[in-house]
């Protein structure tokens, strides 16, 4: 729990955070993502509760345990007129990186980040989505057990935006555990193993996308395009067990079930089956919107 | 310590690439203290004006030789030179050649006239170019003639009760004495409170000590740039003490605080031929005084919310301490209250243990002032670490 006053910033959150999991914090600006982010990095202390990264209490007042987390700010935190490379190791210094193994791990941050060419240049010469780069690799350059990144992509241009995406996966790939907070449901759904939907402070939820839809009672939807005996398909697909709901219309047959993914084989050999002829299928999972929606009653950009 | 190390050499970078802390460390109080001691310099000391007079002494009598014997001793001090002329045509062609700013005719006549009580005068013939030179003249006349004109008058009434008549030799025996005659241009056995630099010394280190706060804003506020900016949440993220961001932004401050005096009293003794005095008391005097502007300047930080606040109301600190602490003018010079409340700024005290160093002191005569100041030091010191680390673990 945080408190500023009478302001209750974040009340009872509770995450945990598995090695090489990605876990998103999804929720509309001024939920309580970054105080929280804040208390997991020892810039804020909690005033009740704890925080534990690989064993080791966090505090404010100790720096054990804060060289196993890495910090991406939401705003850029480098030095403009540092180059590139001055940036990471004036970092990587501070980490206790030091000789041999704090140039190779700066030249290999340089070639992730794609900035290996512009090492040199003063990072005030640099575009926007360099700079969010390198935000990015100062906060992984001493490889942390647990990377937290604080909305990366807000401002980024769709071509950067997608490259820090990537960067994420390809970092969870490799054994890391990501905290990314984030209002962009997309991203969410994209990145995250789990994510926690938060709001005024308060986690409302959290589990995986599937366990969240299931948890608001939201469906899969799957529409076919046939042409045939569509209305004996449809009631043969109300009997497959996942399947709520199948209606029939002109060349349309429209089926709600609760993993459409896992059962969608079954749907077309059914449709088939029964004497219908499928000429194109559209799968339309309920995505993180309608639950944040569902649980708080306002959408995610108000 | 390490870390406090690295944010101090990463923040020097910075500030060198930025050439920001070069120009109000170096180039403008150097600029400055060189203009100011070109327009003010002789006009503020009295002193670097190159006094040089003639005296033409066609009286060739008690009085006059009482006079040039003043001047004379006026020479010695070094206050003028004196050259003196057979006639009044040598020391016109003196004049008009540069020679001289001006002379003085004692004209005959003029221990004949003051002994029968009859006005006598002293002419001044002076360089049109050089209108302060002949204007000091004049006041050493009219001081001589004004002391022979009071011991007459007292004489005069005594004499009138008594009802018998002056004793000439009696006044010609009080013009000899040049304390009766009323000069009081004598320098010597100064004491502490009106010792003065010389004028290139006084402001080379008056502008020196009013930028160093300037200097060492760049500094301390630095952690105020680091929070707007969003770099000091990943200073505090990573694994060093949070000590160590408030230490580092103080190392880095005294630094640029001890470069740019460094530079500074290397280039104005160079460059003006500033006198700084012995250099054990004035590097005790530099060290004491960047610790106080750092202690100064971190007060204002720790409280401030913005850099751009910090740096209006540390420039606004700055001015007015600088002005009471007698960095453009000698306040303490000016007696009352100001002459007091001088004494509460670190300026003060470095320009007071400065004019201690003078003419030729021990480094120990700095150490009071040094001491003053460090007491400073240490008080607005301890206050703004106290308020800053307050603010940091917030």
Known sequence: MKRFGDLTAVDGVSLTIAQGETFGLL????????????????????????????GQEISTKSTKGRSEIGLVPQDLAIYPDLTGEENLRFF????????????????????????????????????????????????????????????????VDPQSRNAILESVESLSREGMAVLYTTHYMEEAERLCDRVAIIDEG???????????????????????????NLVEAAQALRGIEGVTDASASDHRIDVLATDASSILPQLLATVTSSGGSITGVEVEEPNLEAVFLHLTGKALRD | MGAALRIAAKDLKLRVRDRSAFILGILAPLVLAYIFYLVFGPAATGQGLNLEYGLVDEDRSQISSAFASILEDAEDDDVLVLEMFADRGAADSALEGGEIDAYFLLPSGLDQAVRSNQSGTIEIVGDVDSP??????????????????????????????????????FIASLSQDPAAAGMTYALADRTATTKQLDASTYFAAGMAVFFLFFTVQFGVTGLLEEDRDGTLARLM???????????????????????????????????????????????????AGVLAAVGIMGLVA?????????????????????????????????????????????????????????????????????????????????????LLRRRMAR
């Open chain 1, 27 to 54: 929720g509309p600006n001024g939920a309580g993502k970054t105080t929280t982010i804040s208390m997991i990095c020892g810039l804020l202390a909690p005033d009740q509760g704890s925080v534990t990264v690989t």
């Open chain 1, 92 to 155: 990587g210094h501070l980490y206790g990186m030091t000789g041999g193994a704090l140039d190779s791990r700066v030249d290999e941050v340089l070639d992730v980040i794609g900035l290996a060419d512009r090492r040199d240049d003063q990072t005030k010469e640099y575009s926007g989505g360099m700079k969010r780069r390198l935000n990015i690799g100062i906060g992984l350059l001493h490889e942390p057990q647990l990377l937290v990144l604080d909305e990366p992509t807000v401002g």
């Open chain 1, 202 to 228: 308060v986690v409302q939820a959290q589990g995986t996308r599937r366990e969240l839809v299931s948890m608001v009672g939201e469906k899969d939807r799957v529409a076919m395009s046939a042409s045939g």
């Open chain 2, 132 to 169: 302060t030179s002949t204007q000091i003249a004049a006041s050493f006349a009219e001081q001589f003639s004004s002391g022979v004109r009071a011991s007459q008058l007292a004489v005069a009434t005594t004499a009138t009760v008594a009802g018998a008549r002056v004793d000439p030799e």
């Open chain 2, 237 to 287: 993220a990573a694994p060093i003490p949070r000590v160590s961001v408030v230490a580092g932004k103080a190392i880095l401050a005294f630094l640029l605080g001890i470069i740019s005096m460094t530079v500074l009293v290397v280039a104005t003794t160079l460059l003006m031929d500033a006198s700084w005095g012995a250099p054990l008391g004035v590097a005790l005097l530099v060290v």
């Open chain 2, 302 to 386: 720790s409280v401030a919310k913005t850099p751009e606040g910090a740096g209006n109301v540390g420039s606004i600190i700055a001015v007015v301490l600088g002005m009471l602490g007698g960095t453009f003018f000698p306040v303490a010079a000016s007696g009352g209250l100001l002459a007091s409340l001088t004494y509460l700024t670190p300026h003060a005290w470095f320009m007071l243990g400065l004019a201690e160093l003078s003419s030729d002191a021990p480094w120990t005569a700095a150490l009071p002032a040094v001491g003053a100041i460090l007491v400073l030091a240490v008080s607005t010191g301890l206050l703004s670490y106290t």
